[in-house]
T-cell receptor, first 112, second 113 residues
Framework: AQSVSQHNHHVILSEAASLELGCNYS??????LFWYVQYPGQHLQLLLK??????LVKGIKGFEAEFIKSKFSFNLRKPSVQWSDTAEYFC??????????FGTGTRLKVLA | SQTIHQWPATLVQPVGSPLSLECTVE??????LYWYRQAAGRGLQLLFY??????ISSEVPQNLSASRPQDRQFILSSKKLLLSDSGFYLC????????????FGSGTQLSVL
């Protein structure tokens, strides 16, 4: 069965620090990969997605993620975080069966 | 434009009572529909998904069931709630053609007492 692991459950950073959130999945075939974000009091929304092509994908608000097939990873990065990036971040995988599996989430707190 | 409606927003139910949460999507046809439960430290747990009317896939054996009586309606039910059914339930949809992003509803906070 597919699974998604997010290694960091809670991350606290100061503004302007760099961010990297880990995501690993277990599935040997072709996958579609996603990062979603949930800001306090808001709905989950898509941050970025990877289907094929360039393994480095760019999303909204300066976020990017790199798909490394050999490592089954899809880590999320941002060079310089802002206070407004405080949110919970979820990695998700779809193996083409319309069944989206999510990780446990990472709560990011950015200190002003 | 497409919208997703989920209700109620909050619900307090006694143990052993039935449950019915409803989700409807507007502005699209033949969507894929999903029920997730979100719990602290456990992320989003996929409960059920449906790729068409009457087609329900169950991911987690438990006290809940789902039905899709109409193309854009997805219902989460229970005949007898347990304390462990408490949680935040999210409905979501995605376009039926190809892998696409999920669009989430506003969720239902269920408390079973």
């Amino acid at each position: 069965a597919q699974s998604v692991s997010q290694h960091n459950h809670h991350v606290i950073l100061s503004e302007a620090a760099s961010l990297e959130l880990g995501c690993n999945y277990s599935y040997g075939g072709t996958v579609n990969l996603f990062w979603y974000v949930q800001y306090p009091g808001q709905h989950l929304q898509l941050l970025l997605k990877y289907f094929s092509g360039d393994p480095l994908v760019k999303g909204i608000k300066g976020f990017e993620a790199e798909f490394i097939k050999s490592k089954f990873s899809f880590n999320l990065r941002k060079p310089s975080v802002q206070w407004s990036d405080t949110a919970e971040y979820f990695c998700a995988v779809d193996s083409g069966t319309y069944k989206y599996i999510f990780g446990t989430g990472t709560r990011l707190k950015v200190l002003a | 434009s497409q919208t997703i409606h989920q209700w109620p927003a909050t619900l307090v139910q006694p143990v052993g009572s039935p449950l019915s949460l409803e989700c409807t999507v507007e502005g699209t046809s033949n969507p894929n529909l999903y029920w997730y439960r979100q719990a602290a430290g456990r992320g989003l747990q996929l409960l059920f998904y449906s790729v068409g009317i009457g087609q329900i896939s169950s991911e987690v054996p438990q006290n809940l069931s789902a039905s899709r009586p109409q193309d854009r309606q997805f219902i989460l039910s229970s005949k007898k709630l347990l304390l462990s059914d408490s949680g935040f339930y999210l409905c979501a949809w995605s376009p039926g053609q190809g892998a696409e992003k999920l669009f989430f509803g506003s969720g239902t906070q269920l408390s079973v007492l």
